[in-house]
C-alpha cells in the first residue's frame, strides 16, 4: 500500500522561509516523478515542481527562483524548500507519485499522479 505523509507546513510572515518534506512508503521514489501541487481556497489545484526519475526538475513560473524540490533516495522522501514567501503561496500543498515509473511526459499535470498526500497548509502573512 502507498502511502505520502508530507509534513513541515505553517504560518510563516511574507519573505520567511519553509521547509516541506514528503515521506514516502510502499514505492520507491527514485523511479518515479515526485511533484508537490497547491490548492488555495476556491482556486484549482495548480503545480508547483516536480523531480523526475532521472534528476530533472521542473518549476512553475510563480514560484522559479524561490522553491528548490530535492530528493533523498536512501531516506524515500522528497522535499520543497520555499524562500522569499509571499502571501499569494498560501496554500494547502500536497505531494504526488506518479504510479507509472520511468515516466517523463507530463509531469506538471494533475491528472498523472495516482498516489496523493493528505495535504499540509501554508499560510504566508502579510
Known sequence: QVQ???SGGG???AGGSLR????????TISNCATAWFRQAPGKEREFVAVFTWNGNTLYADSV?????ISRDNA???VSLQMNSLKPEDTAVYYCAADATPYRIVGVATT???HYWGQGTQVTVSS
Open 11 to 13: 504560518l510563516v510572515q
Open 111 to 113: 491528472s498523472l499522479y
Open 20 to 27: 516541506l518534506s514528503c515521506a514516502a512508503s510502499g514505492l
Open 4 to 6: 505520502l505523509v508530507e
Open 64 to 68: 522559479k527562483g524561490r522553491f528548490t
Open 75 to 77: 531516506k524515500n522522501t
